[in-house]
């Protein structure tokens, strides 16, 4: 067991905080003065440090690099009126990392490295947290395989680490989306449901072809009829249809667990709002928004939190919706935001002290 007091930490010199600029900054740009590491090999966890962020040396025949090994999660970190530093939800990004680490055939990461660790992190660097409205500190736990050989296996030794990066607000102008019909991002029996590196990868295509076309991103529909909806782009996907908010079930294992996709609907639910999880056809919102019904489409996850869709088109037809009345979404939004920044009651105990 690796208690938080027994990792050793490594200070920089002087640090980059005051050559940088904390409001509006942009996502994922510039990362603080430490990280930390740890090694996996002979069967166990070892040589945990936290130390100043710095390159890694990589040997070319690295397993992540050609069969990949690799999964991340993402959390974010806020400060209160007061100073004070929370992080959100991290216990469910830490039990959801370990799920996508066995299905990408890697090792479990001990609570006492990615809880204690993070907080450990977190406090040495709390400084780099934006006290400012929409600003967070985004963590990143990546772990991938380090074998330095060639030969399709899972690999006996593997890397993990933990940086953060401070990032004002994402996602700040409402989207423009178009269906998918050609590409598929997951099928049942997949690794749909895991947070790993090819997922992310295999993705960038259809939106890159979308983006042509004028939009920002793309609604990923099953891989058998591209009917049935999954994603927007990395966020899980609502719809408010006659006043009921749906999204997707994650019965068929395509589509990634999100954290913020609990605590919305958990919040919509606070709200009095009736929410169904279940399986949901483009023809069906086709029908509801020709009788006026649907009413708002949004996208949620770590980055963004809330991402409202202003266009959504399937073929030649599109959806068009009033994002300054989207009432419910920003409504939930200013709800998350309020928990998050400890001016609203922490009724679900999602906030988790440095």
Do not use: C
């Not at 993402?74 to 530093?85: F, M, Q, V």
């Not at 953060?164 to 409402?174: I, Q, V």
């Amino acid at each position: 067991m690796i208690a938080a007091t027994d990792i050793p930490v490594t200070k920089v010199e002087r640090t980059r905080l005051n050559d940088i600029p904390l409001k509006n900054i942009p996502f994922g740009k510039y990362f603080t003065d430490h990280m930390l590491e740890a090694e996996y090999a002979d069967g166990e966890w070892k040589s945990v440090s936290i130390k100043p962020y710095q390159p890694l040396q990589m040997d070319p025949s690295l397993a992540a690099l050609h069969y990949g090994q690799a999964i991340f999660e993402g959390i974010k970190a806020y400060k209160d009126s007061e100073g004070n530093a929370f992080i959100f939800r991290p216990y469910d990004n830490f039990k959801r990392f370990n799920k996508s680490a066995e299905r990408m055939n890697m090792p479990a990461v001990p609570e006492e490295i990615f809880m204690d660790g993070m907080r450990k992190l977190i406090e040495l660097d709390k400084n780099w947290i934006p006290q400012m409205a929409d600003h967070s500190l985004y963590i990143r736990p990546v772990m991938f395989s380090t074998d330095t050989m060639l030969g399709v296996r899972p690999s006996s030794t593997y890397k993990f680490l933990i940086i953060l990066s401070p990032t004002g607000p994402y996602f700040a102008a409402p989207m423009k989306i178009l269906v998918e019909e050609a590409y598929t991002r997951a099928a049942p029996g997949g690794v749909g449901f895991s947070k790993n590196a090819g997922n992310y990868g295999g993705s960038m295509l259809a939106v890159t072809e979308a983006q042509k076309q004028g939009y920002d991103q793309v609604l990923w529909t099953d891989a058998f009829e591209h009917k049935w909806l999954q994603e927007v782009g990395m966020m899980n996907v609502f719809f408010v249809i006659d006043g009921k908010v749906v999204t997707p079930s994650l019965e068929e294992g395509t589509i990634l667990a999100g954290v913020t996709r609990d605590s919305v609907i958990t919040v919509l639910k606070d709200m009095g709002l009736e929410v169904a999880e279940r399986r949901i056809n483009i023809d069906e919102l086709l029908e509801a928004y020709g009788k006026g019904k649907l009413q708002e489409a949004f996208g949620t996850g770590t980055a963004a939190v809330i991402a409202l869709i202003k266009e959504l088109r399937y073929k030649e037809f599109s959806m068009q919706f009033n994002t300054e009345e989207a009432g419910i979404a920003n409504e939930v939004k200013s709800r998350l935001s309020a928990i998050r920044g400890g001016t609203a009651p922490d009724l679900h105990q999602w906030m988790y002290k440095v």
